[in-house]
Each structure stands twice: as structure tokens, then as C-alpha cells.
């Protein structure tokens, strides 16, 4: 079983910045593959970024590409997503989610976070 917690959302202007963090509690937590997805209302879960947990390789969907970073602590067995010059656009609850796959399909993801809101204001 894995648990997820975020932590970090909140309200933001256009052009700030936030991080977000997820902590994992996991025995074997190299073994996964982590993930930020987000979804804004009315609208369907969508990637964002993700991590492999043993290699630390990342893929980013392109909207976020060259503002938002993932990066991870071993040792806190925590994901962090540092999210740079915010849009109103980015607006939206933003889940951490935990797979065995790298994959940017949210079915492919089998525990998840109770998600934590973003706004950014224009």
C-alpha cells in the first residue's frame, strides 16, 4: 500500500510561484513511477508531469515544460513540484499519484493523493 499527501497549494497571482509536495509512505518506493496530475472543473484529469523514483528521469507535458520542475528526496520519500511563472490557465486541483508504469495515462496510476487546490489569479 502506498499513501500520498499533498501539501503546498493555494492562491497565487498570475507570474508567482508555488511548490507543491507529496509525501509517500512506502516500503518499496523505488519501485514506482510518480506523477502530478491536475483537474480544473468540468474538465478531465490531465498529466502534468512524472518521475521515476530509481532512475529520476522526468517527462513533462508540454504546457508546463520550462516552468514547472519535479524533483524528488530519497531520503524524505518526497516529490516536489516547483511550478514557475503561473497562469490563470493552470488553475485546478492538483493530485500526486504513485505506478508501477511511467505513463502519463491517469489509469495507469494506482494510488493517488486527496489532491490539493491551485488558483492563480489574473
Known amino acids: ?27 518499496t518506493f523505488s519501485s514506482y513511477a510518480m506523477a502530478w496530475f491536475r483537474q480544473a472543473p468540468g474538465k478531465e484529469r490531465e498529466f502534468v508531469v512524472g518521475i521515476n523514483w530509481r532512475s529520476g528521469s522526468t517527462y513533462y507535458a508540454d504546457s508546463v515544460k520550462g516552468r514547472f520542475t519535479i524533483s524528488r528526496d530519497n531520503a524524505k520519500n518526497t516529490v516536489y513540484l516547483q511550478m514557475n511563472l503561473l497562469k490563470p490557465e493552470d488553475t485546478a486541483v492538483y493530485y500526486c499519484a504513485a505506478g508501477y508504469l511511467r505513463s502519463s495515462r491517469a489509469r495507469d496510476y494506482g494510488y493517488w493523493g486527496q489532491g490539493t487546490q491551485v488558483t492563480v489569479s489574473s
Open 1 to 27: 500500500q502506498v499513501q500520498l499527501v499533498e501539501s503546498g497549494g493555494g492562491l497565487v497571482q498570475a507570474g508567482g510561484s508555488l511548490r507543491l509536495s507529496c509525501a509517500a509512505s512506502a516500503r
